[in-house]
């Protein structure tokens, strides 16, 4: 079974960059990587997500491993906005097994 | 422009008794997913619809059925409700393989 792991939490300083790391120890090839996030008594919201190479959006960068083993969310610059649960998540066909999720503190 | 909507938001059941949470999407995505999120944990795929007409079994699918109305509407329905079934529900939907998945706000749910 794909398997997800995440550290509990971190915290990171107003405008500095955060890397949020993510294992991913059974992934496949085909599997896609995606990141969400989730704000309290919210849904989740998606981040952003990727295949083999890196990839950036508006709201983040994901970099991936060569052996695709591991991923890391990159926020550039943190708001106070920022602070929420991030997800990685394994994408298999229809399938999305989620990671347990870090818990991001944004200090002002 | 709605996205994926959800209703009920708060439900409390009985042990034993039924009901459907329904999901509505308003983006004509393909693909429909329910996931319950238990307290602190992450979220747990329950039934998927890959496309109109089709359904399958999730990671933990004991105890509910779904049905696919339409493209757009994608319901959960649970027969005899447990406390074990204490969650949070959420439901889901994307365009396409591989592509992201768009959330509804959840329903609480809990049994007594």
């Known amino acids: 079974d794909a398997k997800t792991t995440q550290p509990n939490s971190m915290e990171s300083n107003e405008e500095e960059p955060v890397h949020l790391p993510c294992n991913h120890s059974?992934?496949?090839?085909?599997?896609?990587i995606h990141w969400y996030r989730q704000l309290p008594s919210q849904g989740p919201e998606y981040v952003i997500h990727g295949l083999t190479s890196n990839v950036n959006n508006r709201m983040a960068s994901l970099a991936i491993a060569e052996d695709r083993k591991s991923s890391t969310l990159i926020l550039h610059r943190a708001t106070l906005r920022d602070a929420a649960v991030y997800y990685c998540v394994d994408n298999y066909g229809q399938n999305f097994v989620f990671g347990p999720g870090t818990r991001l503190s944004v200090l002002p | 422009n709605a996205g994926v909507t959800q209703t009920p938001k708060f439900q409390v059941l009985k042990t034993g008794q039924s009901m459907t949470l329904q999901c509505a999407q308003d983006?004509?995505?393909?693909?429909m997913y329910w996931y319950r999120q238990d307290p602190g944990m992450g979220l747990r795929l329950i039934y998927y619809s890959a496309s109109e007409g089709t359904t399958d079994k999730g990671e933990v699918p004991n105890g509910y059925n779904v049905s696919r109305l339409n493209k757009r509407e994608f319901s959960l329905r649970l027969e005899s409700a447990a406390p074990s079934q204490t969650s949070v529900y959420f439901c889901?939907?994307?365009?396409?393989?591989?592509?992201?998945?768009?959330f509804g706000a959840g329903t609480r749910l809990s049994v007594l």
């Open positions: 059974t992934i496949s090839g085909t599997d896609y």
């Open positions: 983006m004509n995505h393909n693909s």
């Open positions: 889901a939907s994307r365009r396409l393989a591989g592509g992201p998945q768009y």
